[in-house]
């Protein structure tokens, strides 16, 4: 499988709140290898593991490299990440693009994507030993974004390109249609029955009620509670029929 | 613009340095107002400060209230993000696949994202307050994402989903093939120059040429640069044979 080669490698960097967060975010999406290159954090430092929070085993098999050239050596793929257009920058792509490349090439060989340092970015040197580009999409206004939240981003979309991921499958089924207008004759009796509407204008609401069911999905449950709701409301209007009540005057 | 109608809401935030960092995120992705309920980190903290880095004017502008209820009393569609799976939980889905719907519903009215505490997550009853539930997709070895982080996700995709980030319009126009024609006669002329291949091998040997160039995107610079290539080695290939220089025999 795709993801456990590919390698999150950090730059230089400079805090070690970030490299934890890194941690953190590499296995909250299935990723597991770490490198360093010449960092000036200290990812032994207590800040380090409080932000990798549960991803430590990810902190403490972290390799260290003193170049990126040396931390991408077996890497087939490269792909570094920058906010600066410039010069032999054209080919870049957003992170959603390239995922789909990215993992084909993990499933071969090991990839890499790199991640510059938090004051500077990837320089020049660096960004010549990348195969490709990545700019994550983020506003004018502030384009530059934390390295733990720019690694997250990126190692979400590869995650997310690899459709792994699959909710919970309570995903409703539509109720059949035959339930459904079941439940339409029923709360157009109920609203009879206490007098929310009278028959020259029933059949006008219920269009009003229809759309308001129809708005999003209705399961075999949700009409199950809908059901329930207008036999009891018919069960208490003729109670209190029965009872000797009466209706005041119809509003619709 | 939808975005600004869009309310990022931090239930009991715990730590200031998220608080920061979820403002960095917000402004990254073209979001401004944040609310908190009733947190427990300080937000006028320099941890708070610090992480928001140049997003204090949206740390600045917060506003702070005493429970979920009033701080999105005045949206419409109110998305309350979680991990945990559980009963009235089922109608959930992707940060993904709610984007076009909230970005949808934030044209004409308020929309919030609610993030829960750090250690708790959202209660039932913070939950059934949300007109929409969101689940990042996660590993389920550590299905947990740092709240700014889980921030940063829903925001992107709410980003993304505006379609308003352009790449710099360096993206390569293919070289018409004329051109590209050119430069592999130029080429081919020029192995046989430097006694790469012999004439019988040639055109087998640029095929394999050609594959290799056809990989990806060819612009009419990059043409352009491979043309300078095959000129000067031509001219070099002559110049040695008019000093008197001969091929060694032809590997190819």
Same mark, same amino acid.
């Given at each position: 499988?795709?993801?456990?080669?590919?390698?999150?490698?950090?730059?230089?960097?400079?805090?070690? @709140?970030?490299?934890?967060?890194?941690?953190?975010? /590499?296995?909250? /999406?299935?990723?597991?290898?770490?490198?360093?290159?010449?960092?000036?954090?200290?990812?032994? @430092?207590? $800040?380090?593991?409080?932000?990798?929070?549960?991803?430590?085993?990810?902190?403490?098999?972290?390799?260290?490299?003193?170049?990126?050239?040396?931390?991408?050596? $077996?890497?087939?793929?490269?792909?570094?990440?920058?906010?600066?257009?410039?010069?032999?920058?054209?080919?870049?792509?957003?992170?959603?693009?390239?995922?789909?490349?990215?993992?084909?090439?993990?499933?071969?060989?090991?990839?890499?994507?790199?991640?510059?340092?938090?004051?500077?970015?990837?320089?020049? $040197?660096?960004?010549?030993?990348?195969?490709?580009?990545?700019?994550?999409? @983020?506003?004018?206004?502030?384009?530059?974004?934390?390295? @733990?939240?720019? *690694?997250?981003?990126?190692?979400?979309?590869?995650?997310?390109?690899?459709?792994?991921?699959?909710?919970?499958?309570?995903?409703?089924?539509?109720?059949?249609?035959?339930?459904?207008?079941?439940?339409?004759?029923?709360?157009?009796?109920?609203?009879? $029955?206490?007098?929310?509407?009278?028959?020259?204008?029933?059949?006008?609401? /219920?269009?009003?009620?229809?759309?308001?069911?129809?708005?999003?999905?209705?399961?075999?449950?949700?009409?199950?509670?809908?059901?329930?709701?207008?036999?009891?409301?018919?069960?208490? *209007?003729?109670? /209190?029929?029965?009872?000797?009540?009466?209706?005041?005057?119809?509003?619709?």
């Amino acid at each position: 499988m795709g993801l456990k080669n590919i390698r999150v490698v950090l730059v230089h960097p400079l805090y070690a @709140s970030n490299v934890g967060a890194v941690c953190r975010a /590499m296995k909250n /999406m299935g990723l597991g290898d770490l490198a360093l290159v010449a960092p000036r954090a200290d990812a032994r @430092s207590a $800040d380090a593991r409080m932000w990798a929070c549960h991803a430590a085993n990810i902190l403490n098999q972290r390799h260290e490299f003193p170049t990126l050239a040396a931390a991408v050596a $077996d890497c087939g793929l490269v792909a570094g990440t920058t906010a600066r257009p410039g010069l032999y920058r054209g080919h870049i792509r957003t992170p959603r693009e390239w995922a789909p490349r990215l993992l084909a090439a993990a499933r071969t060989g090991r990839v890499a994507l790199v991640f510059g340092p938090e004051d500077t970015g990837l320089t020049n $040197d660096e960004i010549a030993l990348c195969t490709q580009l990545i700019r994550i999409p @983020s506003s004018p206004r502030y384009a530059s974004l934390n390295l @733990s939240h720019a *690694a997250m981003v990126v190692c979400y979309e590869l995650y997310a390109a690899t459709h792994r991921f699959r909710l919970p499958p309570e995903r409703t089924p539509e109720a059949p249609g035959g339930m459904r207008e079941q439940m339409f004759r029923m709360w157009r009796q109920a609203l009879l $029955d206490i007098g929310f509407m009278e028959e020259p204008k029933a059949d006008h609401m /219920m269009l009003g009620l229809r759309r308001i069911f129809s708005r999003g999905p209705l399961s075999e449950n949700d009409v199950r509670i809908l059901i329930g709701i207008a036999r009891q409301t018919q069960w208490c *209007a003729g109670e /209190m029929r029965r009872r000797g009540g009466t209706l005041p005057p119809a509003k619709n």
